[in-house]
């Protein structure tokens, strides 16, 4: 176990509709990172947030956003949802943000299906 | 721009032999290197990282990891696996001068240990 707990742990879903991940990170930690997994790409980067301000984005859609709030959980909000948003959400924590070299504790991940 | 190349997509092997799994990176700057497993259903757990110092890692379950600057590669070995270390190995990079530290993976290495 990790520490970082994400709910819903499956989410079902058709086109068009908007969805909210959470993420608790490990206690103390003060960075969320959001990453996605599909078979076609990979593991990719989203965005990061440290102590409820944005750090770093990656190849995240305009149709997503995210945010951290003051008790440091995070939310993953994905919007207009099409077939190739399926995949699996993955959220990790880590102490700092360091520009590098910090361990990522991750989550178990949300499965998203979009039908 | 950073990229990590794992060059075996599956690699078989049977229950006490040796492996080596591959993991390439290209970077222009210093660089950390990590690997994690993903247990089937589960999140992403570190095995090991390299920040600095000697170029052999050594990680949890008996893993370790060389790194080689000239060849840019980062290969993770076993001397003796087990039947539960088949999972999906996956190789990251985070350099030290990314804003936030976030992990660029690889495509994964899917270790499958027979009896």
């Known amino acids: 176990d990790s520490g970082v707990t994400q709910t819903p742990k499956h989410l079902i879903t058709a086109t068009g509709q908007r969805v909210t991940l959470r993420c608790s990170p490990r206690s103390g930690d003060l960075s969320v990172y959001w990453y996605q997994q599909s078979l076609d790409q990979g593991l990719q980067f989203l965005i990061q947030y440290y102590n409820g301000e944005e750090r770093a984005k990656g190849n995240i859609l305009e149709r997503f956003s995210a945010q951290q709030f003051p008790d440091l959980h995070s939310e993953l909000n994905l919007s207009s949802l099409e077939l190739g948003d399926s995949a699996l959400y993955f959220c990790?924590?880590?102490?700092?943000?360091?520009?590098?070299?910090?361990?990522?504790?991750f989550g178990p991940g949300t499965r998203l299906l979009v039908l | 721009a950073q990229s990590v190349t794992q060059l075996d997509s599956q690699v078989p092997v049977f229950e006490e032999a040796p492996v080596e799994l591959r993991c390439n990176y290209s970077?222009?700057?210093?660089?950390?290197l990590f690997w994690y497993v993903q247990y089937p259903n589960q999140g992403l757990q570190l095995l090991l990282k390299y920040l600095s110092g000697s170029t052999l890692v050594k990680g949890i379950n008996g893993f370790e990891a060389e790194f080689n600057k000239s060849q840019t590669s980062f290969h993770l070995r076993k001397p003796s696996v087990h039947i539960s270390d088949t999972a999906e190995y996956f190789c990251?990079?985070?350099?030290?001068?990314?804003?936030?530290?976030?992990?660029?993976f690889g495509q994964g290495t899917e270790l499958s240990v027979k009896p």
């Open positions: 990790a924590s880590s102490a700092n943000v360091a520009g590098g070299g910090e361990t990522q504790y």
């Open positions: 970077s222009s700057v210093s660089v950390y």
């Open positions: 990251a990079v985070s350099d030290e001068y990314n804003q936030g530290g976030k992990l660029i």
